[in-house]
Structures are given as C-alpha cells and as structure tokens.
C-alpha cells in the first residue's frame, strides 16, 4: 500500500472503521432476533436455504455428472422459492426487503478498509479528520448565530464608500450561502480587512459549520503553518501537514501577510495555495493587509490565486476593543 498518512491516523481511522463495523453487526443481531421472536417460520426457512447450500456441494462432489445439471437446476430453483418466502414475511409484515441483509459502513470496502491493495476513501477520510483535529489550533469554534452585527455602523462612511453594517451584512450572507453549497470542490473565499472586524469569527463559524456536516477542515495561521513545514521539511518533527491540508475538504488559512516577508516563506505560501488550486479543493483565506500590500508583497503567481476566490472586504472598528470597551 502506499503511504498517505502517518502510521497514527490509519490506526484510528481503522480503528473507528473497526467500532462502527461492530455497532452494525449488533444491530444486524437485533433485526435477526426480532424477526425469528415474532416469525418462527422465518428461521425454518433459514434452515432450508442452508441445506439447500449444503445439498448443491454434495451434488458437485458425489453427483452422477451425466445429471448433474438438471439436479442443480432444482435445488436453484428450490433456493430461489424459499429466498421469495422469507422476503414475503418481511414485505407483508411491514418490513423492507433489506432489513436483515448485511450492513457496512462502508459499501466500497464492506468494511476491510482496502480495496486493490489500497486504503479505501473511508479510511483515507477518516486519517484526513484525525490529522485535521491534531493540525488545528483554535480550541473554540464559533456560530453564524453569535455574530453581532450591531458592532458594525449603519451611517454611510465616506472612507469605505459604504454602510459597513450593510456590507458586512452581505458578507455574512456570503459565508453562510458558502456554506450551504460546499461540495468539496471549487475556489473558495478570500477575506480582506483590519484587525478585529470579524474575518476570524467568519472562518470559524464555517469551520463549525462544516464540521457538524462531516467534513474535514483545517484551520491555522500562515505563520503556524509554515512552522510546522519548516520543522518537518528539515527533520526536526515528524508528521504529514502539506498532505493533511492538501487533502482536505477545506484548508482555512488565518493572518495571511503575518509570516516573515522572505523568499522560503513566499515559495511555500505558492506551495499551498497551488496545491489547493490543482487539487480544485476550496480555501478560506484571510488577510489585515490591504489591497496594495498584497499586490506589493506577493508575485503575481499568488496574488491572482488569492483574487481568483470571491473577496469580501470588511470595514468598521475593532470589534475586540469596543468588547474589551464594554467590559470595563
């Protein structure tokens, strides 16, 4: 098998297949025993599809080959009549006629976590959410509900050329209408704005969002995040960060601009974005610097990247200091 993810995720996520695996197989125990308590018949049909198995091996072993055919012919057809029985209990008893097949948590593997000699996508998912919670830094997530759009000013300002509570309104329509047509694919949304306006808040509450949804998201700072690179690229920790973000269903990227202004930093920030873009998996981006910052501090090459998503620009005052203001 190829290597993916370290050794500690497939472990979990085979683990976590194993625990699922297992709460089926008891449900599949509890379905069985309620049908044979309320239908004896069903299990005597159950004993008679078994010999039905039993008699088509003795045929093949001690059967006269000359009638052989039409005698496995009819223990078909006997098999098939009793299998139409046991399916008119459950129908006519107000059962589906899948309700004691098998179950799996996975019907690509039925359950093995492989399939041709590599893991399967549940596994691989599961490893990916696994590493996701390790990777992410922020304890807390936040909601759509909790933000306040009374911090922002509903007077026209001449400065943004806007109604900031109107706008940042829209913004948080944006995000949650980002959220409700997330599939894993596409762009994504890249925020611009001072400290304190809301960018953070935004991201988390889509992270939380999607979360509860199932999918798997990283959240981190640039900063942060090209630490942890830096540390594995040259061997001072182990792990598997640029695999982790590239694979998952969405990488959130906090504070662009605040990591050291150098050319390793600025190749990497490419790296990221780049991997993100070939892979058509979307990203949220956040930035305090402004427009021309970016433009003056980032090559073309990843300022386009970053305006390719859908912008939203935050306006008003620092909604951590009229909190902190409100607290004295």
């Not at 976590?16 to 309620?34: C, F, G, I, Q």
């Not at 308590?37 to 159950?46: H, I, Q």
């Not at 223990?75 to 029985?85: A, D, G, T, V, W």
């Not at 589906?96 to 593997?109: A, H, R, S």
Request: aromatic fraction near 10%; glycine fraction near 6%.
């Amino acid at each position: 098998m190829t290597k993916v993810f370290s050794s500690e995720y497939i472990i979990k996520a085979f683990n976590m297949l194993e625990n699922e695996h297992s709460k089926l197989k008891r449900t599949e125990a509890e379905r069985h025993a309620e049908i044979l308590g309320k239908f004896p018949e069903y299990g005597e049909l159950e004993e008679q599809l078994a010999q039905t198995a039993r008699d088509i091996v003795s045929v093949v072993i001690n059967g006269r080959i000359e009638d052989r055919y039409e005698v496995l012919e009819k223990i078909k057809n006997k098999n098939l009549s009793i299998q139409k029985k046991m399916t008119d209990i459950l129908v006519n008893n107000g059962y589906d006629e899948d309700y004691l097949k098998p179950l799996f948590y996975c019907d690509i593997c039925s359950d093995k976590g492989a399939v041709n000699g590599e893991w399967c996508s549940c596994i691989k998912r599961a490893a990916i959410k696994f590493a996701a919670a390790d990777l992410n830094e922020n304890g807390s997530l936040c909601t759509f509900d909790d933000f306040d759009l009374s911090f922002y000013s509903d007077k026209y300002s001449e400065k943004c050329d806007c109604v900031p509570r109107e706008t940042m309104k829209k913004n948080l329509e944006d995000c949650k209408r980002f959220v409700e047509k997330f599939n894993g694919t596409g762009s994504g949304i890249f925020m611009i704005g001072a400290t304190g306006l809301g960018k953070t808040h935004l991201s988390l509450a889509i992270a939380n969002e999607l979360i509860k949804k199932g999918w798997s998201v990283v959240y981190n700072s640039v900063p942060e995040l090209l630490r942890k690179l830096n540390s594995e690229q040259f061997g001072n920790s182990d792990g598997d960060t640029m695999r982790i973000i590239t694979d998952c269903d969405l990488l959130i990227l906090d504070d662009l601009g605040a990591e050291h202004n150098t050319e390793y930093s600025s190749s990497v920030v490419y790296q990221l974005l780049n991997a993100r873009v070939a892979h058509n998996r979307p990203m949220v981006v956040s930035t305090n610097l402004e427009m021309g910052e970016i433009k003056a501090r980032y090559q073309d090459r990843i300022w386009s990247r970053l305006f390719s998503m859908r912008v939203l620009l935050f306006y008003g005052t620092d909604n951590r200091l009229r909190t902190a203001g409100n607290n004295w």
